[in-house]
């Protein structure tokens, strides 16, 4: 069986899903020997790891390298890679990029945003691609500041979110990830489908959460999640501890 039936088994049985991103050997061994269920190789390496305000910047090769980096050091968790802006615009980029993604890091899920594109995802689905359709907020499509919010508080916006749901659920998607999606919509999305929704700053009433590596050791680049318990103090005491250190 393979570790994605395994984690669709054990969702089954009702266990829960946690998510973790690393970038490098060292984090996702600790990640895997900590037994968390997925570790996502995430295009937030734009921001945390090159320092950049967003996410556009990222290639489909430092995707590839920080992804055979984080596979030496996983044994047990599933590895989950992010496919970067523009790596997907089309039928034929899409399916060219992610079997070179599923090739080259030996992933067992690929995540991808759903704006308007959701044909190119049923495509891949066809081709047994395993999709996680990534909804909410898209930080590959925002503009500015203010497209980090809450999604899904208005009525519209909130049944445009819960039709692409349901469709993807419907296409056979594996997984949906909800980043910043309003806590009662996340909450009806998780018990309306039957693929295991897990989400950020979406609310504790989902299948599974997710976090960004740096956010929880409170070391982020850019301004640390307002979601996120702040940890800044844990690295602060480290380092200031090595400073006094004869
Ligand atoms: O790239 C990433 O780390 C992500 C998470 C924010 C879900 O997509």
């Given at each position: 069986?393979?570790?994605?039936e ?12 946690s998510?973790?991103t690393?970038?490098d050997?060292?984090?996702s ?8 269920s ?9 921001q945390?790891?090159?320092?950049n ?41 899409a399916?060219?990029?992610s ?7 030996h992933?067992?899920?690929?995540k ?45 916006e909130?049944?445009?979110i ?10 056979g998607v ?11 919509l ?39 999640s ?11 005491k ?7 250190r004869?």
């Open positions: 069986m393979s570790k994605l395994k984690l669709l088994k054990n969702y089954k049985k009702g266990k829960s899903i998510c973790i690393a970038y050997a060292s984090i061994k600790f990640l895997d020997s900590k037994n968390i997925i570790i996502l190789i995430g295009d937030s390496l734009g945390v790891i090159k320092g305000k967003t996410t556009h910047n990222v290639t489909l090769q430092e995707i590839i390298y920080h992804s055979k980096c984080a596979m030496s050091g996983i044994n047990k968790s599933l590895l989950m890679v992010d496919l970067p802006k523009n790596t997907y615009n089309t039928k034929r980029q399916l060219y990029n079997q070179k993604v599923l090739d080259e890091t992933a067992d899920i690929l991808l945003e759903v704006s308007n594109n959701i044909g190119i995802i049923e495509y891949l689905i066809g081709k047994d691609i395993p999709v996680c359709a990534h909804l909410g907020l898209l930080p590959q499509t925002v503009k500015n500041k203010l497209g980090f919010r809450k999604y899904g508080k208005n009525p519209s909130a049944a445009s819960m039709n692409k749901a349901a469709s993807l659920d419907y296409m594996k997984m949906i990830l909800l980043e910043c999606v309003e806590n009662k996340s909450k009806k999305i998780t018990s309306l489908t039957n693929c295991p929704v897990i989400g950020i700053g979406s609310g504790p009433n989902l299948d599974g959460q997710v976090a960004v590596i740096y956010d929880l050791l409170g070391i982020s680049f850019n301004k640390i307002s979601f996120t318990k702040d940890n800044t103090k844990y690295f602060d480290i380092i200031k501890d090595f400073i006094k004869k």
